[in-house]
Structures are given as structure tokens and as C-alpha cells.
């Protein structure tokens, strides 16, 4: 079973971003690293084709300056070879021109029977992007698995709900976004990091895609971003004092919350 795994390679998120302050948009220079979120795909993606006896793992990613740091993480987890887009005509492309790049990349790389992606990245987290590449594909979309399992052809998954899951069973090939915790993501291995230096990686363009620089970057973006505002201080929260009754106005505070 041929699998692809969509991994954004982002900023570290333990260095303070950095807006331009005309587009709004993250800057984006220097090292960028795996999302974690993707790890749980990339782990998921070795042991579904461990299990099924064989099989490519293929990395997708669209990232600027032809960035591998990140690739080259999931590479030495154990991922055959990657397909990476990168092109100046890429900047300030939104969720949607991210999708059709990424689902004409998941095309080049040919032979595919299950995409899989984190259900949201740390940096943009729309969440929008694994339904799109799904839609553009033509494959069914599965959201918000918490477990994964093919056989004989028939994917299942367990789609996560507030108040546990529910079973979603598809054909393939299709599109699945997998939640943080999945499964326990491998660390890579020193041989591992070392055999990731000569995987290959199929560096492409717009171009090569097929695309027109029409339908990415600024002049195909549809979104907006108008505003920035730093997000409201955390207001104190609310102090309880026991008299006899806290127990009571704890409870009703978490069923409203749902929690409980
Ligand atoms: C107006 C505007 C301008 C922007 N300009 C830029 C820019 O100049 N440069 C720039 O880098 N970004 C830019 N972005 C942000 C970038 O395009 C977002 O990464 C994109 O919109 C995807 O949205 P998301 O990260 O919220 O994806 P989500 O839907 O939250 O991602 C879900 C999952 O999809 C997969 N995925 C998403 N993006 C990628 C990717 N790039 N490669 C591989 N897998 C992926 C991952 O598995 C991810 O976990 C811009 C966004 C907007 C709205």
C-alpha cells in the first residue's frame, strides 16, 4: 500500500514569530522544522504500510527557499522519498492554493491509495486544507481519526466525537486527518538520520504541476488577512469559597462546560 503523508515544514514554534507588517503573513526564513502534528501522520503512515506488508511512504510538502529540514526529520523516521514544491511564485498563497498544489503533488507522485495529513497545522491551523486536497482529488474524506486500520482494500477509521467516536468506513484511495496522539511518533534512529541524507527528494515547481502562477500566491489567494490584534489578556478566573455548597457550583460550572 502506497501512502502520502502531507508535512508542513513550519517555523519553530519556540522562536517568537514574526509578521511582515504589510501582508500580515508569518515570516517565513530560515530552518523550518517537521509541524509535530505530522509526525502522528508520518508514524501512522510506516506502521499502516509495515502491516500491510509493503508499500511506499511518500512525504508531500510545500514550503519556500526549497526548504528539506523538516523533510529530512520525517525521512529519518523511516519515509521512502519526498515530493517538495517550492517556488517564489508560492508566497502569500492561501488554504485553497496550498490544497491544489499539494493534491497536484500527491498526483506526481503517483500510485497513491491513502493520503493522510494532521487535521490542523500549528502555524496556520485553519483546518481546511486536508478537505480540499480531497475534494480537488475526487477521494473521499474522512476528519478527525483517532485510529486507522486498511484491510482488504477497506479503510476504516475511528472519527473522534465529543462524546467518544463513531466507525467511518470508506473505499480507497482517499484523504484522512489524523488527530495529535494517534499513535506514539518513532524518534529517528542514527542510522535512520543517516540514510534520510540520500533519500530522494523531488524538488518541482508550479510549473511542474501543471499550475499557472494565476492559480497560487498573491494573485490566486481568495483570503484575506485585513488585521492582527494581539489576543485578549487572560481574565482572572472565578474564586470559590467553600461554604458547604463549592462541590455544587463546581459540578454545574464543568457540565456547562461539558466536561462532565
Ligand atoms: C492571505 C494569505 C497569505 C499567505 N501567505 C503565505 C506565504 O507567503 N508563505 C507561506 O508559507 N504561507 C502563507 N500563508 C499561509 C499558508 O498558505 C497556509 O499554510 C495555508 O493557508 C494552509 O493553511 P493551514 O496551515 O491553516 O492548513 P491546515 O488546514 O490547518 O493544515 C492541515 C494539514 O494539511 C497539511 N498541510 C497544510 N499546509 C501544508 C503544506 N504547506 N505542506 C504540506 N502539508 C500541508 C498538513 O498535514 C496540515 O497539518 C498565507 C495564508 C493566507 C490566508
Same mark, same amino acid.
Given at each position: ?5 502531507? %508535512? ?10 514574526? *509578521? =511582515?507588517?504589510?501582508? &500580515?503573513?508569518? &515570516?517565513?526564513?530560515? /530552518? ?5 502534528? @505530522?509526525?502522528? $501522520?508520518?508514524?501512522?503512515? *510506516?506502521?499502516?504500510?509495515? /502491516?500491510? $506488508?509493503?508499500? =511506499? ?10 526548504? #528539506? ?15 517538495? %514544491? ?24 503517483? @500510485? #497513491?491509495?491513502?493520503? *493522510? ?14 478537505? !480540499?486536497?480531497? !475534494?480537488?482529488?475526487? +477521494? ?6 483517532? &485510529?486507522?486500520?486498511?484491510? =482488504? ?6 472519527? !473522534?466525537?465529543?462524546? $467518544?467516536?463513531? %466507525? ?33 527528494? @523531488?524538488?518541482?515547481? #508550479?510549473?511542474? *504541476? ?7 500566491? +498573491? ?27 463549592? &462541590? ?13
Amino acid at each position: 500500500m502506497n501512502i502520502a503523508v502531507c %508535512v508542513k515544514q513550519i517555523p519553530d514554534p519556540a522562536v517568537p514569530g514574526e *509578521l =511582515d507588517p504589510e501582508s &500580515h503573513t508569518l &515570516h517565513r526564513v530560515g /530552518k523550518l522544522i517537521l509541524d509535530e502534528s @505530522d509526525s502522528f $501522520g508520518v508514524e501512522m503512515a *510506516l506502521q499502516l504500510a509495515d /502491516k500491510a $506488508g509493503g508499500g =511506499d511512504v511518500t512525504l508531500i510538502s510545500m514550503a519556500p527557499n526549497n526548504e #528539506v529540514s523538516g523533510l529530512r526529520t520525517a525521512l529519518a523516521m523511516g519515509a521512502a522519498k519526498a515530493v517538495l %514544491v517550492s517556488d517564489p511564485a508560492l508566497a502569500g498563497s492561501d488554504a485553497l492554493s496550498t490544497a491544489k498544489v499539494l493534491a497536484q503533488a500527491i498526483t506526481r507522485a503517483g @500510485d #497513491v491509495d491513502l493520503v *493522510l495529513t494532521a487535521t490542523e497545522s500549528t502555524d496556520g491551523y485553519t483546518g481546511t486544507v486536508p478537505n !480540499q486536497i480531497a !475534494q480537488l482529488l475526487g +477521494w473521499p474524506s474522512l476528519t478527525f481519526a483517532k &485510529h486507522v486500520e486498511v484491510e =482488504d482494500g477497506k479503510l476504516t477509521i475511528r472519527r !473522534q466525537t465529543e462524546a $467518544g467516536y463513531d %466507525v467511518v468506513e470508506s473505499s480507497l484511495p482517499a484523504v484522512v486527518s489524523v488527530t495529535a496522539g494517534v499513535v506514539e511518533p518513532r524518534y529517528p534512529s542514527f542510522k535512520g538520520i543517516m540514510a534520510a541524507k540520500n533519500k530522494p527528494v @523531488d524538488q518541482c515547481t #508550479v510549473a511542474d *504541476l501543471g499550475l499557472s502562477s494565476d492559480d497560487v500566491g +498573491w494573485s490566486g489567494a481568495r483570503q484575506e488577512i485585513t488585521n492582527v490584534a494581539a489576543a485578549p489578556a487572560r481574565e482572572a478566573g472565578e474564586k470559590v469559597e467553600d461554604d458547604g455548597s463549592a &462541590h455544587e457550583r463546581i459540578v454545574a460550572f464543568l457540565e456547562a462546560l461539558k466536561v462532565i
